[in-house]
């Protein structure tokens, strides 16, 4: 069965430096999200998207934006990095909202030098 | 504020002794609850996932869990331990609707002893 894809899986950049992350949800999904996984942390959301529309925010800095484009993919692109944002980054697809479970990617793996 | 709470960081079991990971939710409304599992440097991994309906839930490679209103609680477990159980496993909590975000607990690293 097709999964969750993420480009690219790992991704080095300097400080100050901008980065583009894409996802590509499971065929039929229409729902978006994002979250962070620091270093021995849990996932933090950061992000969501239904049908192309933003549906939730949450500690997102104002450094990075997301979207999702009309065939459902999504880029999460993060601005003028810093160390702190050296993390995992998953993105998950959902058919619909409403407890419905999240299927996720095998992340990104961003380290900010 | 709905909030997860993983009691224990660390578990360690013996090969076939019976897995119990703990999670709580805080809540005036239960939530959708999930628990999800990591392998080193992988993608989280859906095990099992409580809606509505049966308070039992069955998930994959053996492991259910329990939906109990009245200690808001949905703890992992498992017969008998294998070696192949050893990852992080994180409980999880939804309020559906258009707020779908997940809210982790802080995990649990299960280490499985032969």
């Known amino acids: 069965a097709a999964g969750v894809i993420q480009s690219p899986r790992h991704l080095i950049k300097e400080k100050r430096e901008t980065a583009t992350l894409k996802c590509y949800p499971i065929p039929r999904h229409d729902t978006v999200y994002w979250y962070q996984q620091g270093p021995g942390q849990d996932p933090q959301f950061l992000i969501s998207f239904y049908e192309k529309m933003q549906s939730d925010k949450g500690s997102i800095p104002d450094r990075f934006s997301a979207q999702q484009f009309s065939d459902y993919h999504s880029e999460l692109n993060m601005s003028s990095l810093e160390l702190g944002d050296s993390a995992l980054y998953f993105c998950?697809?959902?058919?619909?909202?409403?407890?419905?479970?999240?299927?996720f990617g095998p992340g990104t793996r961003l380290t900010v030098l | 504020a709905q909030s997860v709470t993983q009691l224990g960081s660390h578990v360690s079991v013996s090969e076939g002794a019976l897995v119990l990971l703990r999670c709580n939710y805080s809540s005036s409304v239960p939530p959708y609850l999930f628990w999800y599992v990591q392998y080193p440097n992988q993608g989280l991994q859906l095990l099992l996932k409580y809606t509505t309906g049966a308070t039992l839930v069955k998930g994959i490679n053996g492991f259910e869990a329990e939906f109990k209103k009245s200690e808001t609680s949905f703890h992992l477990t498992k017969p008998s331990a294998h070696m192949s159980d050893a990852a992080e496993y994180f409980c999880a909590a939804s309020r559906g609707g258009a707020t779908n975000k997940l809210i982790f607990g802080t995990g649990t690293l299960l280490a499985v002893q032969p």
């Open positions: 998950a697809s959902s058919l619909g909202l409403a407890g419905r479970e999240q299927f």
